[in-house]
């Protein structure tokens, strides 16, 4: 009976990230990345780590023409953890391509906001 009562108040191990299953992308001016990833970081169904709209933003403006940089993170989308990863490589100067990788269920809702934000800035 004791150990029943100890487990039921026993706190939950965490769930493992669910895998990467789908991809998505677009192109963007460099100046375009971290406003996109801001958007998408205000989205409330998606859960991202600290500055990491600003952090990735700033990185890309580094990146060399026909060079690539990829960010593996852990996110939260619809209060279950996601791995996702986005990759940039610089097709032309200051035009980098994003790529999203993660669950179908969390890329869908990137592309959402993906042709949102296309809309928006009139692309």
Same mark, same amino acid.
């Given at each position: 009976?004791?150990?029943?009562?100890?487990?039921?108040?026993?706190?939950?191990?965490?769930?493992?990230?669910?895998?990467?299953?789908?991809?998505?992308?677009?192109?963007?001016?460099?100046?375009?990345?971290?406003?996109?990833?801001?958007? *998408?970081?205000?989205? /409330?169904?998606? =859960?991202?780590?600290?500055? #990491?709209? %600003?952090?990735?933003?700033?990185?890309?403006?580094? &990146?060399?023409?026909?060079?690539?940089?990829?960010?593996?993170?852990?996110?939260?989308?619809?209060?279950?953890?996601?791995?996702?990863?986005?990759?940039?490589?610089?097709?032309?100067?200051?035009?980098?391509? *994003?790529?999203?990788? /993660?669950?179908? =269920?969390?890329?869908?809702? #990137?592309? %959402?906001?993906?042709?949102?934000?296309?809309?928006? &800035?009139?692309?």
């Amino acid at each position: 009976m004791l150990k029943f009562v100890t487990e039921l108040f026993k706190p939950n191990a965490p769930k493992a990230p669910l895998p990467i299953t789908s991809e998505t992308s677009m192109n963007f001016d460099s100046r375009e990345v971290a406003p996109f990833l801001t958007q *998408l970081a205000n989205n /409330s169904r998606f =859960a991202f780590p600290e500055d #990491i709209a %600003r952090s990735i933003g700033t990185a890309v403006g580094d &990146i060399p023409v026909e060079d690539t940089k990829r960010w593996k993170i852990t996110a939260d989308f619809d209060g279950q953890p996601i791995l996702m990863e986005i990759e940039a490589f610089m097709d032309d100067v200051d035009a980098p391509d *994003l790529y999203f990788f /993660s669950t179908q =269920a969390a890329i869908s809702e #990137i592309e %959402r906001e993906l042709e949102a934000f296309a809309e928006a &800035i009139g692309t």
